[in-house]
């Protein structure tokens, strides 16, 4: 055979090459290949420029990079370039309709529409370790190009719906043995282009049509039968989920795949498809989805000389401390552990290993990993033990004074390239690094408890900290699973300070007449993870209440205070912690229990305060919180504090329990309309004070008509 002729541009994202006999479309769309509206009419073009080709045979799909193709270019989704001609749909037809074989090649991924237009393809040649998936229920929406119709031809109506309700990929390798891909390569390494597979694909493809000139459609098989109850997997979506409607369309979908003929199961599942995307849920995931890809960057950040993170160090081995440590050893980097006391460290060492074992009971670990993770840590009562550390980490307690002290000593022990970390979730990081002679080396890392397990970690800016540091962490954060957003120094960062005021507002709605499980349970029905009052039981709350102690003296005293809180701490009740709170708990429960003894408090605080007592509606205790929430945000981006308002949806989404499906406090504001959410903070003003005075930055983006806080459209 001759060597392969040079690739031809069909479509800005779509090249060319004929391979002898053989026709090689190549996906150029970085960064996946996505199947935007220049993708589809380059495959379209190519197809129909290889079938008229009397010297082609046959035609290999193939994508360029590291994948076949990631899916739909959703950036497109509710513009006209998403319903631009051709569609996947065409695409599809054209293929099934080609007398010469189409063989999809497959190296990296193929997820959502990737894998709908390798299902439309006659073959599919695919890497060992490839992932193939249609994962479209995470970003709420329903595969749209076919694939709740053809996969479940092709590897039976079970196991599609696992695949498809909850987004499950499968490797190459597995791909082959349930009937989804018809050939693989060999090997075990990572396969870094599609060099490999598309030289199978291309055999493939000429054997196939010297051996037939009819080839399968996916379409034409039938259905497998299935056993599967759908009204009871309908019945088993939560309806909390995050996706709960698109899981509930996926089943649907599927269910439809089983009664339907072939092309009216393709209008049903193109029927959900448009309204979900249409629909607030999956608008919102979207959102979510590419606001955590955002947050990691930064301006100042490009071309960044990034320090080495090697062996990072943890001082503290309390819970905090622990949690931190797993989650580096557990993205393989090993950690010293340093403590002061034996006791501690041991108590430290044997929380870890309870957690490993707690993981491992859920088959998720085997004993030789854990031993291998715990094999990571170096535990130390030696302060000097941090010198040779890449990174250290303070996770000791929440004291100025105590920190400051620890990073005089951090400076004095620690090399000169190691960036010196605190953990601090509401104090002064400008004042941690005056206590150092290396300002630009602190930075702050506000894990989220339980930190091996929490995904948010906010990274704080002091005013000196290097742009290199920076860089490194927000990379580092990556590479150990967690999502982070970079901050700006202020009392609470960016989560934390937006806690006070909708911990005030239930306080006042306490007050006013509502009782403990009605503003939680109003929250929680709203879509929060905890009601605020839960939330401050299980966090602890004799830690806020140091907190309202030390800025006591900043509260300006015309305005409104609920003691509430402060009252219950005097009572010795802390939360969980000391089996009562705002609600009691049973020994060994932590099932809040309502107490009449707090109702009786509330009352003696809304009589003291002269506040008469009235019926509170679920609807006030939703918009209070939540506008309080959304006028401190704004602040927050007014200050500078965060990069963009899609941070503090990310920051409220993954550290506070916020619901995905609503986007975030500050996208659910865009949602409900900026200037709507003017007009209400406007009279809460009016009736409840200078709380609610409106951010600037909000009255200023609605004065000039703006829809959203990061674009002013």
């Not at 569609?87 to 080609?98: F, K, N, T, V």
């Not at 894998?115 to 490839?130: I, K, N, Q």
């Amino acid at each position: 055979m001759s060597q392969a002729s040079e690739s031809v541009r069909l479509s800005p994202t779509v090249g060319y090459q004929r391979q002898a006999d053989i026709a090689v479309l190549w996906l150029d769309n970085p960064p996946v290949n996505g199947l935007g509206d220049s993708t589809r009419a380059g495959i379209h073009a190519g197809l129909k420029l290889a079938v008229e080709d009397q010297g082609v045979v046959g035609i290999v799909i193939a994508g360029t990079g590291k994948v076949f193709c990631g899916g739909a270019d959703i950036r497109q989704f509710n513009t006209p370039a998403a319903t631009a001609r051709p569609q996947l749909r065409d695409i599809q037809q054209w293929m099934e309709a080609s007398p010469k074989p189409v063989v999809a090649a497959i190296h990296g991924v193929a997820l959502g529409g990737g894998l709908e237009l390798a299902l439309g393809c006659h073959y599919r040649v695919v890497a060992h370790d490839a992932r193939l998936g249609l994962p479209e229920v995470n970003i709420g929406l329903v595969p749209g190009g076919g694939g709740t119709q053809r996969l479940p031809r092709l590897v039976g109506v079970e196991r599609a719906l696992d695949m498809i309700q909850h987004g499950t990929p499968v490797t190459g390798k597995g791909a082959v043995q349930i009937g989804l891909a018809d050939a693989v390569t060999e090997g075990a390494g990572a396969t870094r282009d599609a060099g490999e597979v598309v030289a199978l694909a291309v055999e493939f493809c000429r054997r196939a049509a010297a051996r037939s000139s009819a080839h399968p459609l996916v379409a034409a098989h039938e259905v497998q039968g299935s056993s599967i109850d759908f009204e009871a997997r309908l019945a088993a979506v939560s309806r909390k989920s995050r996706n709960a409607s698109a899981q509930r369309a996926c089943v649907l979908c599927l269910k439809a795949a089983t009664q339907l003929p072939f092309s009216e199961g393709l209008a049903f599942e193109r029927a959900r498809f448009d309204e979900l995307v249409a629909g607030a849920e999956s608008q919102s995931l979207r959102h979510i989805f590419f606001a955590e890809r955002e947050a990691p960057k930064f301006s100042d950040g490009k071309g960044q000389t990034l320090r080495t993170i090697d062996r990072v160090a943890v001082l503290g081995a309390g819970t905090m401390g622990v949690g931190i440590t797993m989650a580096f050893v557990n993205a393989g980097i090993p950690v010293t552990l340093v403590e002061r006391e034996q006791a501690a460290l041991d108590r430290g060492m044997a929380l870890i290993r309870r957690n490993y074992d707690v993981t491992a009971s859920k088959g998720k670990l085997t004993s030789a990993q854990i031993e291998e993770r715990i094999a990571r840590i170096a535990p130390s009562l030696e302060f000097d033990a941090l010198a040779d550390a890449d990174l250290v980490i303070e996770a000791v307690f929440e004291d100025m004074a105590v920190k400051r002290d620890i990073f005089e000593r951090l400076d004095k022990v620690c090399k000169p390239s190691a960036i010196l970390a605190t953990n601090t979730s509401r104090l002064d990081v400008d004042v941690i690094a005056a206590s150092t002679r290396r300002p630009g080396d602190v930075i702050g890392l506000h894990f989220f408890s339980p930190a091996n397990v929490m995904k948010l970690l906010e990274v704080v800016r002091g005013k000196a900290t290097g742009l290199d540091v920076i860089a490194t962490c927000l990379t580092m954060a990556q590479r150990i699973q967690k999502v982070p957003v970079l901050v700006g120094v202020c009392e609470g960062f960016v989560g934390n300070r937006m806690l006070t005021p909708y911990w005030r507002e239930a306080g006042f709605l306490l007050e006013e007449g509502a009782s403990p499980q009605q503003v939680d349970r109003a929250l929680t029905e709203f879509g929060m993870a905890m009601g605020p009052l839960t939330m401050a039981d299980l966090a602890g709350m004799d830690i806020n209440w140091a907190t309202r102690k030390r800025l006591a003296s900043t509260r300006p005293a015309h305005l409104r205070y609920s003691s509430v809180a402060d009252r219950i701490c005097e009572m010795g009740r802390f939360g969980q912690k000391t089996s009562g709170g705002y609600y009691r708990y049973e020994p060994g429960s932590r099932t809040p229990v309502p107490d009449p003894l707090i109702d009786d408090l509330i009352a003696d605080c809304a009589r003291e305060a002269g506040i008469t007592r009235r019926a509170v509606s679920d609807e006030e205790i939703v918009e209070r919180c939540m506008l309080a929430l959304i006028n401190e945000g704004a602040h927050i981006l007014e200050e500078g504090i965060a990069q963009r308002a899609s941070d503090i949806d990310v920051v409220y989404v993954h550290g506070y329990g916020f619901p995905a499906w609503r986007g975030g406090p500050m996208f659910y504001a865009e949602t409900l309309g900026l200037d709507k959410v003017l007009a209400r903070i406007r009279a809460l003003r009016d009736a409840h004070g200078a709380h609610w005075e409106p951010a600037p930055l909000l009255e200023r983006l609605v004065s000039g008509g703006a829809r959203t806080f990061d674009r002013k459209d």
